[in-house]
């Protein structure tokens, strides 16, 4: 892929009457405060461009979406996708995508971080026919990444260089959220795209079909002014899953390496227990069975709160669950042994028995749980029925 680095032209207002030039997609969750602050900024970024604003919005509770339909009913070109029971950065940016109106999307964040000022340069760039992707760039001459901390920095840096040597993407800021593409280059993409965690660019630019022209443009990464930062530990996870799915085309789902390796932290926990108990003239059969029971637990917990985040169990779907992934695993041991009976006798070999075995409980463990623990379908509730006499 070719990539260049440009600095950024004027763009053209001229298109036909009443089709917006621009579509802008900006994933939200409890934005609020931040909404009419980027309406604002992009309308006087925009000038006579004719654009819209597309609000993805993963139900936030402090009224995102309201705040959004407000705006609206005020005459501005602002719309909302409110999602229920779904959440994520990168798979909102395809939903928004795919409702999109014109011939070129942006990407922008809802927290004003990015520069909003850009995005007529970012579609001039695209409609001059010489680029397919644009993005905005943190790492050129000209740009910034703000006050971020040197940990920060550093995490960025090592994600950047991952990218690039896993996947060859060749620019210099694969971890950017602020970029243009050619609306038929990302329906070209969709089918393929992981749409998980939040390096939506990486993960457009690793899918595409054929080798893409890019643009980098330079950008200063502004400090948040309201609302909370979504940058945690688990984004970085997601990231290096992302890797994974990519380099391995998909052959080995990037929850699965999480859940995975939760279950290592189990197998550890369940020693642990184990030998404690047997330090204290416990039965093998005592300890064994409260080692069991504390690791099906902390496995439990720890892939509720980490690998099916986005479906998070809560309150007494929480404790049904509990039961349920008990039961899995339980019947997920009683396949591991008998898969380890039969490699054992077949070839003799312990530790080929042992890998055998606990990869069949791993896989069963993960397939059933995935769809009857943090299924995303819920059992519809029955109505209440009130039945009146007719009125005479």
């Given amino acids: 892929m070719s990539v260049d680095v440009v600095s950024p032209p004027r763009a053209d207002s001229g298109a036909s009457a009443g089709v917006p030039q621009l579509s802008i ?3 939200a969750y409890n934005e609020r405060a931040n909404i009419r602050p980027l309406v604002a900024a992009v309308a006087a970024a925009m000038g006579g461009t004719r654009w819209e604003l597309i609000v993805v919005d993963d139900d936030s509770p402090d ?30 940016v395809v939903e928004g995508a795919l ?25 001039a760039l695209i409609a001059a026919g010489d680029s397919d992707l644009v993005v905005g760039s943190r790492h050129v ?10 940990d920060r920095q550093a995490m960025s840096s090592f994600a950047t260089w991952c990218a690039n040597l896993a996947l060859g993407t060749g620019i210099s800021d694969p971890m950017s959220g602020f970029f243009a593409i050619r609306r ?4 070209a993409s969709v089918h393929d795209l992981s749409q998980q965690g939040y390096k939506i660019l990486l993960d457009i630019i690793s899918s595409a079909p054929h080798a893409l022209r890019i643009t980098e443009i330079p950008y200063v990464f502004r400090n948040r002014v309201e609302g909370e930062s979504k ?38 926990a369940h020693v642990a227990v184990l030998q404690a108990l047997k330090s204290f003239g416990s039965t093998f059969l005592v300890a064994q069975t409260a ?31 509990y039961f349920i992934f008990c039961l899995v695993c339980s019947i997920g041991t009683l396949a591991n042994i008998g898969v380890a009976d039969l490699v054992l006798a077949d070839e003799g070999n312990w530790a080929l028995a042992g890998v055998a075995g606990a990869l069949m409980s791993a896989v069963f463990n993960f397939g059933v749980a995935t769809q009857f623990v943090w299924s995303q379908r819920r059992r519809p509730r029955r109505p209440r029925v009130r039945r009146s006499p007719v009125a005479q």
């Fill in 25 to 27: 997609i900006s994933p």
């Fill in 63 to 92: 009224g995102t979406a309201e705040e959004v339909f407000a705006i609206a009913g005020e005459g501005y070109p602002v719309r909302c996708i409110r999602r229920i029971g779904r959440r994520g950065l990168a798979s909102a």
């Fill in 99 to 123: 409702a999109a109106n014109a011939a070129v999307i942006a990407v922008i964040d809802a927290d004003l971080q990015h520069d909003e000022k850009l995005l007529p340069a970012m579609l």
């Fill in 141 to 150: 001459d000209g740009g910034g990444v703000g006050d971020w901390s040197k």
């Fill in 184 to 187: 038929d280059v990302f329906h």
């Fill in 231 to 268: 940058v945690d530990l688990m984004i970085m996870l997601e990231f290096l899953f992302l890797l994974i799915e990519k380099v391995t085309r998909g052959l080995i789902p990037p929850r699965f390496v999480l859940f995975s390796a939760v279950g290592g932290i189990g197998l550890v």
């Fill in 291 to 321: 080692a069991t029971a504390v690791a099906m637990t902390l496995n439990y917990v720890i892939n509720n709160s980490v690998t099916y985040r986005s479906q998070r169990l809560r309150g007494r779907r929480f404790v049904i669950g």
